[in-house]
């Protein structure tokens, strides 16, 4: 199966930008459920990858508060500017947001978390994955949530996956267990899933020993 294409990837949601968080409306409960399992504390900094229009933000900032810091990478202009608007609009100060693809940004430090939310085809590139793990601390909790395949005898929701995935994807690749690449590098792994085995929610802390990339 093809690995991500990152101008299939772009051009997907430059056409999706504008109607996205209307389309993600019924997934906003996982939302709350991935956030709350960062287990976030007043003071710290946490990633999030692949943050689209910052539909996560208001979350995250209500975990790491005013003193704490977050940084959003997004590659799609386009759904970053929608981040940068609601930045704007809540006047946080406290978050940075970088265009850039996840296995390229330039990610300041060692953050204490990381959230990639709805990120399948982040989870499916090795180096991004490196690159997100060599900027958390050891110990570090990362969380990574989306749509998986409901399973060989749940073909009926596999029928609402395929759709789903498609408009949201550039490549079907690891949809059986889209955590996998990131599961090797974590400890204390959750694995839940929900709306009848469609989607996913899989949690752990990072090795202690995860050598840094860079
Ligand atoms: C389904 S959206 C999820 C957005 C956000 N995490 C949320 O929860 O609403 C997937 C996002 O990942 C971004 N993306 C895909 N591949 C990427 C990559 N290699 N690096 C950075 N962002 C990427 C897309 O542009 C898109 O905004």
Same mark, same amino acid.
């Given at each position: ?128 994955? %490196?690159?997100? +793990?060599?900027?958390?601390?050891? *110990? /570090?909790?990362? @969380? $990574? #949530? !989306? ?40 400890? %204390?792994?959750? +694995?839940?899933?929900?709306?009848? *085995? /469609?989607?996913? @929610? $899989? #949690? !752990? ?10």
């Amino acid at each position: 199966m093809k690995p991500p294409d990152r101008r299939a990837a772009l051009a997907q949601y430059r056409a999706r930008a504008a109607v996205y968080d209307l389309e993600l409306a019924l997934f906003e409960p996982i939302r709350r459920q991935a956030i709350a399992r960062l287990a976030l504390q007043p003071g710290q900094t946490v990633l999030d990858i692949g943050c689209g229009t910052g539909l996560s933000l208001p979350l995250l900032e209500a975990g790491v508060g005013l003193q704490g810091r977050i940084v959003g990478i997004e590659q799609s202009p386009e759904m970053l500017a929608r981040a940068r608007q609601r930045v704007r609009a809540h006047g946080w100060r406290n978050v940075r947001l970088v265009c850039a693809p996840a296995e390229e940004a330039s990610i300041p430090g060692r953050a204490d978390a990381a959230l990639l939310h709805f990120t399948h085809d982040i989870l499916q590139r090795p180096e991004a994955i %490196a690159n997100v +793990l060599a900027h958390l601390r050891p *110990g /570090a909790r990362v @969380v $990574a #949530s !989306g749509l998986k395949w409901a399973g060989r005898w749940r073909w009926p929701v596999n029928l609402f996956v395929l759709p789903a995935a498609l408009r949201s994807v550039s490549s079907l690749q690891g949809l059986a267990a889209p955590w996998a690449g990131l599961a090797q590098a974590l400890t %204390a792994l959750e +694995l839940d899933t929900v709306l009848l *085995g /469609a989607v996913f @929610v $899989a #949690s !752990g802390k990072l090795r202690e020993s995860t050598p840094p990339r860079r």
